[in-house]
């Protein structure tokens, strides 16, 4: 955000102050100030002018300099009301050296999944991309699809969602009184660069069905709206960046986080590897992310894989 307008909306912040007070405080012009309120108007910021001056009414907007007030992560916000996929867009933003973005559409028209697959990502979710430039082995890169999925599943539970998470990349709504069928949430689709042995820039993209019907998206998903009402979702996109910043300075603390959170591990798995089946007790996961899977053969250490949670069997 620029400084001069982030100065202004501080202010602001703190009570009423007209516009040359403002310009006093700030050591800027009083159009340098008018300039920037109408910005932060254009913004979404309810602003009213009257007899004391200016005072901000409550944050309802949801865009870049709205998440970027009061965020504490370093990350600046790019944001668009309508895009292809925000991982497309940070993956350009990594071609043109960039660094701590983080891509926030309103509506995907493109949206990915994993392999190809569509992710479908109506007006209302939350659908962002971080772009990070992490000196970490590419064998560590999975451990930032974790913290994601840690920051998505912690950002719902405090919006009201019970929610946890699916390995690797899913965070899913247990259904209830049911052994181990769910309904999906959120998805993760990470992707990255690298050059010998260390990654170049790493995007996670984080699509969360927040304040959208369950009906319009596929079959088996749910919502923030259909699980627990509509969501704020400057403070969720706020909450999630925050954790996720947390963890990605502290890779040892993602494990331990992703194991309080996660649904998968006692659960009876198939896991599809590269078109290999792999069937067995889920007991749990190493310190990079690997899911461990008790087969009839041994145990398997799986580093990446479609997972299904299949019925625990009956004794
Ligand atoms: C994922 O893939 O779960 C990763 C999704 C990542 C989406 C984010 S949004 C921001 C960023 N920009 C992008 O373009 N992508 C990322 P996967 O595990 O392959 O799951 C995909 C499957 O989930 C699809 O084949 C559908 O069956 C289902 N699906 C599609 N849209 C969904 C939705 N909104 N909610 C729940 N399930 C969905």
């Not at 990915?112 to 082995?137: E, H, K, Q, T």
């Not at 996670?204 to 959208?212: H, L």
């Not at 009906?215 to 699980?227: C, D, K, M, Q, Y």
Request: charged share 25%; with cysteine.
């Amino acid at each position: 955000m620029n400084e001069t307008r982030r100065a202004v909306l501080e202010a602001l912040a703190d009570g009423p102050a007209t516009g040359p007070e403002l310009a006093e405080k700030l050591g800027v012009s009083r159009a340098a100030v008018w300039k920037q309120i109408e910005a932060l108007r254009e913004g979404g910021f309810e602003i009213r002018g009257g007899a004391d001056g200016y005072e901000l009414g409550e944050i309802t907007a949801y865009g870049g300099d709205a998440i970027e007030f009061g965020l504490e992560a370093p990350f600046s916000i790019e944001y668009h009301e309508s895009i292809a996929s925000t991982n497309d867009r940070a993956r350009e933003l990594a071609a043109a050296g960039e660094v701590d973005r983080v891509v926030v559409a309103d509506e995907q028209v493109g949206g990915r999944g994993r392999l190809d697959r569509a992710w479908r990502s109506p007006p209302g979710g939350v659908w962002l991309s971080v772009l990070s430039r992490p000196s970490i082995p590419p064998a560590d890169a999975p451990l930032y699809t974790l913290a994601a999925a840690v920051a998505t599943a912690r950002a719902a539970r405090e919006a009201g969602v019970d929610a946890g998470i699916k390995w690797p990349n899913d965070v899913i709504v247990p259904l209830e009184g049911s052994d181990g069928a769910y309904r999906k949430l959120a998805g993760i689709l990470t992707e990255m660069e690298g050059e010998t042995g260390r990654v170049a820039w790493l995007v996670v993209g984080i699509g969360v069905n927040a304040n959208v019907d369950a009906g319009t998206l596929p079959a088996g998903s749910t919502s923030v709206r259909a699980e627990a009402g509509d969501v704020d979702r400057r403070l969720f996109v706020q909450r999630l960046l925050e954790t996720f910043a947390e963890l990605r300075a502290d890779l040892e603390a993602v494990a331990p986080a992703w194991r309080e959170l996660a649904v998968t591990v006692g659960q009876r798995v198939r896991v599809d590897v590269g078109g290999e089946r792999v069937v067995g007790d889920a007991v749990g996961i190493t310190d990079s992310g690997a899911l461990v899977v008790e087969t009839a053969d041994g145990r398997e250490r799986i580093a990446a894989g479609d997972c299904e949670h299949l019925r625990p069997a009956r004794g």
